[in-house]
């Protein structure tokens, strides 16, 4: 016999909840008619699918390589959907996640080809990675800007791409910021603004200072690069920044950038899904030369 995809949706909800009763709830069933279709299911497939323990439903072996099938079906199904939906449109869409950090100079020097464009429109989100990567998944993003890349193993269906890579540098206010200086010797008399610990660029900073035997003063941490430029251009301290960040304010001369580089690269990344029917625009995208954001 076929199999029941009915059956198959049935048990893909139970398993992504974990409990049969909240499931039964959601789906406007009774516990008991939810039951008799994964007992069908199990019965069909030859396996049972879950081990219940309590009131708690673990997968088992065979229902885990289910989910894994299952996921990929309906995630299919969904992009079916989403991609015939734009079928006739006189303008195509392209959906684009940046992490909430990442600079907004660079994410418009990016998308400058596709903002161009009168038959295209960008529809840009910010958030966190796990919002971004799960926009991914379900197929709401097309396309995810970070500087970071995301966890991947053999099961991962994501695809990195990388787009940039950017030298980092110390920035400062006329009134602050001696360009001539040697690096260390800003370390020990200046305060500085440097992203949060967790970033890639900081772990790097501190490595350095760590090398200079020399523990530098922090005046701020900031996990968002439009305050960073603020605190900046506000003589807070000298900031850790890729120019780009900071392009106006160093074309006019209200930051200057010190002339001894601290040797660190801040890399970004374009992240897409594995998909049967990907977005065109966002090849497109990929295909541009990118160069001149490593400038």
Known sequence: MPLNYHHLRYFWAVAHDGNLTRTAQRLNLSQSALSVQIKQLEERLGHPLFDRRGRQLHLTEAGRIALDHADAIFATGQELIATLEETGRSRQALRVGALATLSRNFQIGFLRPMLARSDVEVILRSGSPTELLEGLATLNLDLVL?????????????ETHQIADQAVSIVGTPDRLNPGLPIRELLTTQPFVLPTTDNTVRTAFDAMASRLSVVPQVAAEVDDMAMMRLLAREDIGLALVAPIVVQDELSSGRLLEAEDHPRI????????????????????LLAVDTSVLDE
């Open 146 to 158: 970070m500087n970071r890349e995301p966890p991947n193993d053999s099961l991962t269906p994501y």
């Open 265 to 284: 690269r801040e890399t970004f990344y374009a992240i897409t899904l594995r998909r049967r029917f990907p977005n065109p625009l966002v090849q497109e």
